[in-house]
């Protein structure tokens, strides 16, 4: 199976930050990537598809970019609205599997 | 609008069985892809797999095989996951989520609002 790192596991911003997430495949997956947020007690709700297209109706302040084996979801200016946990999913495979997350908080 | 509608939370005894329904609405059921995704509790996501809803075949992740299994009542736009002789690690929260894509691959675009099985003695 494609082994998928996330990092950093936990992060920590101010409102306005650019805060950038990243996640690496154990294996070139080409553009197969989706990124998710999840908010306690929710389902995730998927923010970022085939690496880089925004899902409609996200902000645009969401980004994604990346090819092969490493990737970044990127927040260009951080809203309160935006702590969660977010995490990338690779879909290349027979067998699709998630990255561990990233806590990311509000300071 | 596309909603995923899960069953309701389920306390069973170890070895029992159990079975989460996810009831769809708002598409056409067998054009899209459905999977499974468990979150233990305080833990990440895990992929199951996932069932071809048109041709009904399941594909299980490592790890889903032997006691998990896919079904479909596609007259009722309805995808099931059975778990039998379940454990205490089997406690989580089962999601249902559309895969959006082809049929080789797909991401999910919408989830159910998840399922709590809590497997206690």
């Known amino acids: 199976d494609i082994q998928m790192t996330q990092s950093p596991s936990t992060v920590s911003a101010s409102v306005g930050d650019r805060v950038t997430i990243t996640c690496r495949a154990s294996?070139?997956?080409?553009?197969?990537l989706a990124w998710y947020q999840q908010k306690p007690g929710k389902a995730p709700q998927l923010l970022i598809y085939?690496?880089?297209t925004l899902e409609s109706g996200v902000p645009s302040r969401f980004s994604g970019s990346g090819y092969g084996t490493e990737f970044t979801l990127t927040i260009s200016s951080l809203q309160p609205d935006d702590s969660a946990s977010y995490y990338c999913?690779?879909?290349?495979?027979?067998?699709?599997?998630f990255g561990l997350g990233t806590k990311l908080e509000i300071k | 609008q596309v909603q995923l509608v899960q069953s309701g939370s389920e306390l069973k005894k170890p070895g029992a069985s159990v079975k989460v329904s996810c009831k769809a609405s708002?598409?056409?059921?067998?054009?899209?892809?459905m999977d499974w995704v468990r979150q233990a509790p305080g833990q990440g996501l895990e992929w199951m797999g996932w069932?071809?809803?048109?041709?009904?075949?399941?594909t299980y992740a490592q790890g889903f095989t032997g006691r998990f299994v896919f079904s479909l009542d596609t007259s009722a736009s309805t995808a099931y996951l059975q778990i039998s002789s379940l454990k205490a690690e089997d406690t989580a929260i089962y999601y249902c989520?559309?895969?959006?894509?082809?049929?080789?691959?797909?991401?999910?675009?919408?989830w159910g609002q998840g399922t709590l099985v809590t497997v206690s003695s």
């Open positions: 708002g598409y056409t059921f067998t054009t899209y892809a």
């Open positions: 085939r690496a880089s």
């Open positions: 294996q070139s997956i080409s553009t197969w």
């Open positions: 069932i071809n809803t048109n041709t009904g075949d399941p």
């Open positions: 999913q690779q879909y290349h495979s027979y067998s699709y599997t």
């Open positions: 989520a559309r895969g959006r894509g082809g049929s080789t691959v797909h991401y999910t675009d919408n």
